[in-house]
C-alpha cells in the first residue's frame, strides 16, 4: 500500500510538468524571427496577427521556438506609452507680414533681427504703414527642440474655416515648406465649440516659420502661435484597424472584433459631412461578459469650403476587449452607421536565444491554457536599472507553415483527465492509510 501511494504521490509530481511541454504541431500560426549577431536576448514587436489570432487574451498561446523545435524563456513587456499629460507648448513671438502683390508672393520686407537671431520687428518696404495681412512669421530662434506641430489662436469668435501653408527658414531668405493646406476650423454645433486649430510639422527644425493663407489672406488675424514639441524619445509606433459595425439596435451599434485589442485610444468615424454625434462607448472581453463602460466623447466630421474637419481620437481604458458598443446620446445622430478606429501600441516580446536559431514565434492553440511568460523582471536580471542587460532588436520575418486553424480548437484535454484521476487515485491511497491507521490505534 505505502509503494502504490508514493507511486501516486510522484506521478501527481510528475504530470504537471510534462504538461507544460508544448511542441510546434500545437499551434496554428508561426512566423520565423529575424536575428543578428549573437545576444543572449532579443526582442521583437508583437505583429498585429498575433492579436488578431490567439485564443487567449493575456496571449497565453504564444511561444518562441529554437531550430531544435524546444521553447525558449519569453517575457511580455508593455512598450513606452505617452504621459497622461501632453508636452507643454510654448508660446512663440509672432510678427504679421506685409500683404501679397499679385501672384510674387509676400512683399519685400525689412526686418530687424538682435543677436542670436530673435526677431525685433517686421517693417514693408514698400509702405510706411503698418504691415499689411499678408501671413505671419514665427520666431522660433530660442527652441533647442524639434517642433512637432504649431497650436494656432485667432482674434474672435466668429465661425473660421480656411487652409494654410506653413513654410521654414533658417536665413529669411530660402524657404522651404514644411505643411500645406492645413485645415483650420473653428465653429459651433449644437452648442458645442469644436475646433482644429494644430498645424502637424512633424519634427521640424528652424529659426524662423512663414504662415500663410490658402487662395488668400486669412479671414481672422493671428494671435498666439505655440510650438508642441515631439512626444518623449523611445514611444512606440501605434497601430490600429478600423472595424464595421456588426450589429445595431436603434442608438446602440455593436463590433464584434476578430481578435482582442489592448486599445488605448478611440475614434468614431462618421461618413456623412457636417454630422456630429455625441456618444458614449462600452466593451466586454465577450458575449458572457458584462459591458464597461470606456469613454464618453463627442464625434464630428465637418465640411466647409472644401475643408473637411474630424474629431480627434480619445483615450480609453485599456483593456484585451473583444466587443465594443457605441451609444449615440441625444438626438443627433447619422444616417449611415459609424466606423470605430482602434489604436495601441504592441507589446514587446523578449525571449533568451537559448540553443540555435533561427528562432521561430508559434501563437494560437485552443490546447494552450497556461501562460509561460516569466516577469520581465526574472528574464531580465536587474531590469529597469543601468546594470541591466538590454536585449538586442529582432524583427519578424516570413511565415512558416504550423497546425493551421485546426490548433484553434479546443481539445479534450487527456493530461488534465490524468492530473485528476492520479489525484483521485492519491487521496484513495491516503484516506486507506488513514483508515488502516485508525483502525491499529484502536
Do not use: C
Not at 52 to 58: F, V
Not at 59 to 65: C, H, K, P, T
Not at 91 to 120: K, S
Request: proline content about 7%.
Amino acid at each position: 500500500m505505502t509503494r502504490l501511494a508514493s507511486f501516486a504521490l510522484l506521478a501527481l509530481i510528475a504530470l504537471p510538468a510534462a504538461a507544460q511541454d508544448v511542441a510546434p504541431a500545437q499551434f496554428a500560426y508561426g512566423t520565423l524571427i529575424e536575428t543578428t549577431g549573437g545576444a543572449a536576448l532579443y526582442s521583437v514587436r508583437l505583429p498585429v496577427a498575433v492579436y488578431q489570432r490567439s485564443t487567449r487574451a493575456d496571449l497565453a498561446d504564444v511561444r518562441v521556438f529554437n531550430a531544435g523545435a524546444q521553447p525558449v524563456p519569453h517575457a511580455l513587456r508593455q512598450q513606452v506609452v505617452p504621459d497622461s499629460q501632453p508636452p507643454a507648448a510654448v508660446a512663440l513671438p509672432v510678427f504679421p507680414l506685409p500683404a501679397v502683390h499679385g501672384d510674387d508672393g509676400p512683399a519685400a520686407f525689412d526686418v530687424r533681427i538682435q543677436g542670436g537671431g530673435a526677431l525685433v520687428s517686421i517693417r514693408s518696404t514698400t509702405n510706411d504703414g503698418a504691415p499689411a495681412d499678408g501671413g505671419w512669421l514665427v520666431d522660433a530662434s530660442a527652441l533647442r527642440t524639434p517642433i512637432a506641430s504649431l497650436d494656432l489662436a485667432f482674434a474672435g469668435t466668429a465661425p473660421l474655416v480656411a487652409r494654410v501653408n506653413v513654410e521654414a527658414s533658417d536665413d529669411l531668405r530660402a524657404f522651404r515648406p514644411v505643411a500645406a493646406n492645413a485645415p483650420i476650423v473653428r465653429t459651433q454645433v449644437g452648442g458645442q465649440q469644436l475646433a482644429q486649430l494644430r498645424v502637424e510639422l512633424g519634427g521640424v527644425k528652424a529659426k524662423y516659420l512663414r504662415i500663410t493663407g490658402v487662395g488668400g489672406a486669412l479671414p481672422a488675424a493671428l494671435q498666439q502661435v505655440s510650438a508642441v514639441p515631439p512626444p518623449q524619445a523611445g514611444i512606440a509606433a501605434r497601430e490600429h484597424l478600423v472595424a464595421a459595425q456588426s450589429k445595431a439596435d436603434g442608438s446602440s451599434h455593436v463590433f464584434e472584433l476578430d481578435g482582442a485589442y489592448p486599445a488605448d485610444r478611440i475614434g468614431v468615424e462618421l461618413k456623412e459631412d457636417n454630422s456630429v454625434v455625441s456618444f458614449e462607448v462600452e466593451a466586454r472581453t465577450g458575449d458572457s461578459g458584462e459591458w464597461v463602460q470606456v469613454a464618453r466623447g463627442t464625434a464630428y466630421r465637418l465640411k466647409q469650403n472644401g475643408v473637411t474637419v474630424t474629431s480627434p481620437p480619445l483615450a480609453v481604458r485599456p483593456g484585451a476587449w473583444r466587443q465594443w458598443r457605441l451609444k449615440t446620446i441625444g438626438s443627433a445622430s447619422t444616417a449611415e452607421s459609424p466606423r470605430l478606429r482602434l489604436e495601441w501600441i504592441p507589446a514587446e516580446l523578449v525571449f533568451a536565444a537559448r540553443g540555435s536559431g533561427p528562432f521561430m514565434l508559434a501563437y494560437g492553440s485552443g490546447a494552450i491554457r497556461t501562460s509561460a511568460a516569466m516577469p520581465i523582471d526574472t528574464l531580465i536580471p536587474g531590469y529597469g536599472t543601468d546594470q541591466a542587460v538590454e536585449p538586442a532588436e529582432a524583427t519578424i520575418g516570413q511565415n512558416v507553415q504550423l497546425a493551421g486553424t485546426s490548433a484553434l480548437k479546443p481539445e479534450a484535454d487527456v493530461k488534465q483527465w490524468g492530473l485528476w484521476s492520479v489525484m483521485a487515485a492519491g487521496a484513495l491511497m491516503l484516506g486507506m492509510m488513514a483508515a488502516r491507521l485508525l483502525r491499529k490505534q484502536f
